[in-house]
């Protein structure tokens, strides 16, 4: 399996625009998640789902971001629309049975976005 | 989750062990000791985890003590790609989430 793929690696935006990351995870993987990385917050869990229903949100900042699984092999992370203090890497990470199993997150190399 | 407490930077001569402790004197019976790794500007990526007992794979070992209060990561010989941030995670079984803590920067040196 090639891992955890997100996309874009690099984004570079204008403040006001709209952001879309991606994310396509281990084919099996039931569970889902979305971190965001910055220097000052580190490694913030912002949302997850299980079999593609978003079971925890209470991390995503305000409304300007949203997420969404419509299927077993694709998520996205929407920012709209994008402020400077949006930028941070943006990590997707997939998991096999986090409840009872051995809670192992699979992570992919992340999307640094930049909002100028 | 119960609270983790790591020191923030320990440097390691390369070939030596590296020993990384790590705190979580609030810890319940059952709730896991979870490390994983960062290296610079990557995913973090599992290394092992512990309920009670001791731990080894082929990436390291984990000692927990026997009032699980403490655990330290064991790198038995590390290396210039083992520079990284580790952090360590308690957990329970029963939850779905993993919350990172701010971790030790383990740089290695030649």
């Known amino acids: 399996d090639a891992g955890v793929i997100q996309s874009p690696r690099h984004e570079v935006t204008e403040m006001g625009q709209e952001v879309t990351l991606r994310c396509k995870p281990i084919s099996g993987h039931d569970y889902l998640f979305w971190y965001r990385q910055t220097m000052m917050r580190g490694l913030e869990l912002l949302i997850y789902f299980n079999n593609n229903v978003p079971i925890d949100d209470s991390g995503m900042p305000e409304d300007r971001f949203s997420a969404k699984m419509p299927n077993a092999s694709f998520s996205t992370l929407k920012i709209q629309p994008s402020e400077p203090r949006d930028s941070a890497v943006y990590f997707c990470?997939?998991?096999?049975?986090?409840?009872?199993?051995?809670?192992?997150?699979?992570f992919g190399e992340g999307s640094r976005l930049t909002v100028l | 989750d119960a609270k983790t407490t790591q020191p923030p930077s320990m440097d390691c001569a390369e070939g030596r062990a590296a020993n990384l402790p790590c705190n979580h004197s609030?810890?319940?019976?059952?709730?896991?000791v979870y490390w994983y790794r960062q290296i610079h500007s990557q995913g973090p990526q599992y290394i092992i985890h512990g309920l009670k007992n001791n731990e080894t794979n082929e990436m390291a070992s984990l000692i927990i003590t026997e009032d699980r209060k403490s655990s330290t990561l064991i790198l038995p010989h590390a290396t210039l790609r083992d520079t990284a941030v580790y952090y360590c995670?308690?957990?329970?079984?029963?939850?779905?989430?993993?919350?990172f803590g701010t971790g030790t920067r383990l740089q290695v040196f030649p």
């Open positions: 995670i308690v957990r329970v079984a029963s939850t779905d989430k993993l919350i």
């Open positions: 990470a997939s998991s096999f049975q986090m409840t009872g199993g051995t809670g192992e997150l699979f």
């Open positions: 609030t810890i319940s019976g059952n709730e896991y």
